[in-house]
């Protein structure tokens, strides 16, 4: 038996190492491939460095469920990491039901970074409160019409971060978080209603639906699946402002090693296939 004949028979399972491998080494040292920075992730960035520090704050909205973690919750880290290493206020919510505790998640993930930031005072954590459009509407008359307490059952009146934020006139930037189709709501009745800026973050597979609001400018920008979190993960390290563990980059580097190895694969084995082919029939011909 000649070697393509051997590669043809090969154990499926060797393919399956390869695989692990490739998806499993890049976490244990980080290869911190190449990565380019696209203008949608960088927009969003902006849109929260333009945040004066300890002034407005930015609204997070975590409309998404565990199913969709992976692509987002590393985006809401990223938020999370460049407000607080920065002084800049936080608001979160969910019009999602599962999304209150992804907020509350990330919070618990990225909060032992920074002691001495404080609920009620550089960050609220607002909840979950049902009717999606109802929700979104009165925030831009009255942030407590929709929420009168934050998440804990707290009074929004005796928050020191609130006393201030009252609709969206005070909120400087809308980023909503989804796996869904919820930022078309933001639009409807935040951007087009209210003139409140909006950026997303959303999986890959749904970015592409939302490029006709990028380009219209509906949305101020976009993060897109697990790439348009290591880029803001990058945008942060660029500026100097943390050098926290980089999960999105890191599975970046992952997946594009994992990728390589398939198409390799693929290549070696059609590579195989012919050359048995070819073997085959001179040992045909030669009979």
Same mark, same amino acid.
């Given at each position: 038996?000649?070697?393509?004949? =051997?590669?043809? =028979? ?20 980080? +290869?911190?491939?190449?990565? $380019?920075? #696209? ?10 460095? @333009?945040? *004066? ?8 909205? #975590?409309?998404?469920?565990?199913? #969709? ?12 990491? %460049? ?27 990225? +909060? ?6 404080? @609920? ?17 509407? @009165? ?15 707290? @009074? ?7 006393? %201030?934020?009252? &609709? ?13 189709? /919820?930022?078309? #709501?933001?639009? /409807? ?16 597979? $749904?970015?592409?639906?939302?490029? *006709? ?40 580097? $992952?997946?594009?090693?994992? %990728? ?9 084995? &059609?590579?195989?296939?012919?050359? $048995? =082919?070819? %073997? ?6 030669? =009979?």
């Amino acid at each position: 038996m000649n070697f393509w004949k =051997k590669v043809m =028979k090969l154990n499926r399972r060797w393919i399956f190492l390869l695989i692990a491998l490739a998806v499993f080494i890049p976490f244990l040292k980080p +290869l911190r491939l190449p990565l $380019s920075i #696209t203008k949608p992730a960088k927009d969003v960035f902006d849109a929260v460095e @333009s945040i *004066p520090p300890e002034g407005p704050p930015l609204l997070i909205a #975590t409309d998404y469920a565990p199913s #969709t973690a992976p692509e987002l919750d590393p985006m809401l880290y990223a938020l999370l990491r %460049h407000c607080f290493v920065t002084k800049r206020r936080v608001m979160l919510l969910a019009l999602y039901p599962q999304g209150a505790g992804m907020a509350q998640a990330g919070l618990d993930f990225i +909060l032992p970074e920074f002691p001495d930031v404080k @609920s009620g005072e550089d960050y609220v954590f607002l909840g979950y409160q049902p009717g999606v459009q109802a929700v979104v509407m @009165s925030l831009g008359e009255d942030v407590r019409l929709a929420f009168p307490t934050d998440a804990y059952g707290v @009074s929004l009146d005796s928050l020191p971060m609130m006393e %201030h934020v009252r &609709n969206y006139d005070d909120i400087a930037l809308v980023v909503d978080l989804a796996g869904s189709s /919820i930022p078309i #709501t933001w639009v /409807i009745y935040a951007v087009a209603r209210y003139g409140q800026r909006l950026g997303v973050g959303v999986t890959a597979v $749904s970015a592409a639906q939302y490029y *006709p609001y990028l380009n219209s400018g509906q949305f101020i920008g976009m993060l897109g699946g697990l790439k348009g979190a290591a880029e803001y993960e990058i945008l942060i390290q660029q500026k100097g402002y943390t050098e926290a563990r980089q999960i999105a980059t890191i599975g970046m580097d $992952s997946q594009s090693i994992a %990728h390589l190895v398939i198409l390799a694969l693929i290549i070696i084995g &059609n590579i195989a296939f012919f050359a $048995s =082919k070819s %073997h085959k029939k001179k040992g045909t011909s030669s =009979k």
